[in-house]
């Protein structure tokens, strides 16, 4: 990989690692340390969220027209200043407050690095995409690993953790990738792009697939809400449950080998790859509904991170297929709002489920959304074929 990649690696392993100190333990903090439901733990969630989808949605825009340097110090600073304060401060309210910024700092961050990633290295494809995403969750494996250990003494120290985190993030990023400070979007337009109807046909195509990608994410956010508390009242220790994450982040940093043995197969066909990982999910669901202990739980996050290495990295690459020159930014936005709209009415819906009908209901209502997902995984790309001058080689085989 190039330097500028492996620059950008580094740096979200680092940003990721502070994240992971405590976003695995939102809903228990909020629920266990405040006192306050599960259906406010979600409503917190959401408000997280939904400060994250606005911020995937400028951070897109921002890359197209400052760059993803600037980009990437804004959404940093945001986080570095928000992160202070709620080490200071993070009883009720001032910890909502703090951690709705935390969530528009990191919304404008992501898309700025997958657009900046595909830009420095165009000839990486599939790879530039992947080593993001292993990035990512080689952060989660190390920041959840720490997280449950450092809050079995007490939560301050995960914030001052994640606070300390920022900080080096903020610094590679503002020393390591001034180099790519000039690197940015070109503006496109109309004539360029070939027409308007090709370009609604792309964007078609993508909103439909990123509608399903959006109910993945409302099946796999409970992991982090709901099935977070359930684990608890069933005596599963903090320890074991961030030792789940920890176990999900290492199988994705070094399963992934193995994992592109297989997806080698669907190298022209990122469709089937998707499809492949939503069925998967619905096997880790399907167990997770019957499991009364740790192994069982362990086996359904095996499964589950399985289909997660099969659905996530594919559809940002599809994404970066579709998207014009000079829009990747863009597209990698809505790819990230759509599922930070999923993390952001999943906690709500799973909270008001479970706190009106339990958790069979959720289980039963999960496998529903899956089941759509796959059909609309099946038809995203009828728009592309309608169109004779639309596909390309590499798109055309989706």
Request: glycine residues 10%; proline residues 4%.
């Amino acid at each position: 990989m190039p330097k500028a990649v492996w620059l950008l690696v580094i740096g979200m392993v680092i940003n990721v690692t502070g994240a992971s100190f405590l976003w695995p333990l939102n809903t228990i903090y909020i629920h266990g340390e405040l006192g306050k439901s599960l259906s406010i733990a979600g409503i917190v969630l959401m408000l997280n969220a939904g400060a994250t989808v606005v911020g995937n949605l400028l951070g897109g825009a921002l890359f197209d027209r400052l760059g993803g340097y600037r980009t990437i110090l804004l959404g940093a600073g945001l986080n570095l200043i928000a992160m202070a304060g709620m080490t200071m401060w993070h009883d009720w309210p001032h910890y909502v407050i703090f951690l709705t910024i935390v969530g528009f700092g990191s919304g404008a961050i992501f898309p700025a690095v997958y657009a900046l990633v595909g830009a420095v290295w165009p000839k990486g494809g599939r790879r530039a995409f992947n080593a993001v995403y292993i990035s990512q969750n080689a952060g989660v494996a190390l920041g959840s690993a720490m997280g449950g250990f450092v809050a079995s003494f007490s939560f301050n120290y995960i914030f001052a953790a994640n606070l300390a985190m920022f900080v080096v993030f903020f610094l590679i990023a503002a020393f390591g990738y001034r180099q790519m400070a000039n690197v940015t979007g070109v503006q496109t337009n109309v004539i360029a792009e070939n027409g308007k109807v090709k370009n609604r046909s792309k964007m078609t195509a993508l909103f439909i697939l990123c509608t399903a990608y959006m109910l993945c994410w409302v099946g796999y956010v409970q992991w982090q809400s709901t099935i977070a508390n359930y684990t608890q009242e069933i005596n599963i220790s903090l320890k074991e449950y961030s030792f789940l994450w920890t176990v999900n982040g290492l199988l994705i940093v070094f399963g992934q080998p193995l994992v592109n043995f297989f997806v080698r197969a669907f190298q022209d066909n990122l469709k089937k790859q998707i499809m492949i990982g939503i069925l998967i999910f619905m096997g880790s669901f399907a167990i997770t509904a019957f499991a009364s202990d740790f192994r069982g739980f362990l086996a359904a996050m095996l499964i589950l991170t399985i289909g997660e290495m099969f659905v996530w990295p594919a559809v940002p690459t599809v994404a970066s297929q579709l998207s014009p020159k000079g829009r990747e930014g863009f597209y990698q936005g809505i790819v990230n709002s759509t599922a930070t709209a999923g993390r952001m009415f999943g906690p709500v819906l799973g909270g008001i489920l479970v706190d009106l009908y339990g958790m069979p209901i959720l289980f039963i209502t999960l496998m529903a959304f899956l089941l759509i997902s796959m059909g609309l995984t099946m038809i995203y790309d009828r728009p592309l074929k309608k169109k004779k001058e639309v596909p390309s080689p590499s798109i055309s085989s989706l």
